[in-house]
């Protein structure tokens, strides 16, 4: 079965880094896109960043540009997300999702259960 199981949440001050893994199994990992989404307390759930499945093309959130990037590795049925100059706003509960097919659609069938992350000094 898929299973998707983040890792690497945590507390960070403003100014600073985190970088969330994704492990996946259960699925050709390689032959889909991935996405991260999270969700703040008392707000809906905001879609972060998308990677095509062989790593080719990437897209971010207006809020996150230029400050997170995300990154694939196949060979080790993983998904990251490097968060970098990061705001008390960026403090939310943080998904990896698995899209439909290989390329961004904004569309995903399964879920990770979040990982927590804080950003405050």
């Known amino acids: 079965q898929v299973q998707l199981v983040e890792s690497g949440g945590g507390l960070a001050q403003p100014g600073g880094s985190l970088r969330l893994s994704c492990a996946a199994s259960?699925?050709?990992?390689?032959?889909?896109?991935m996405s991260w989404a999270r969700q703040a307390p008392g707000k809906g759930l905001e879609w972060v960043s998308g990677?095509?499945?062989?790593?080719?093309?990437?897209y971010y959130a207006d809020s996150v540009k230029g400050r997170f990037t995300i990154s694939r590795d196949n060979a080790k049925n993983t998904l990251y997300l490097q968060m970098n100059s990061l705001k008390p706003e960026d403090t939310a509960l943080y998904y990896c999702?698995?899209?439909?097919?290989?390329?961004?659609?904004?569309?995903?069938?399964?879920w990770g259960q979040g990982t927590q992350v804080t950003v405050s000094s």
């Open positions: 999702a698995k899209g439909l097919g290989g390329v961004c659609t904004w569309a995903w069938d399964y």
């Open positions: 259960g699925f050709t990992f390689s032959s889909y896109a």
């Open positions: 990677i095509y499945s062989d790593g080719s093309d990437t």
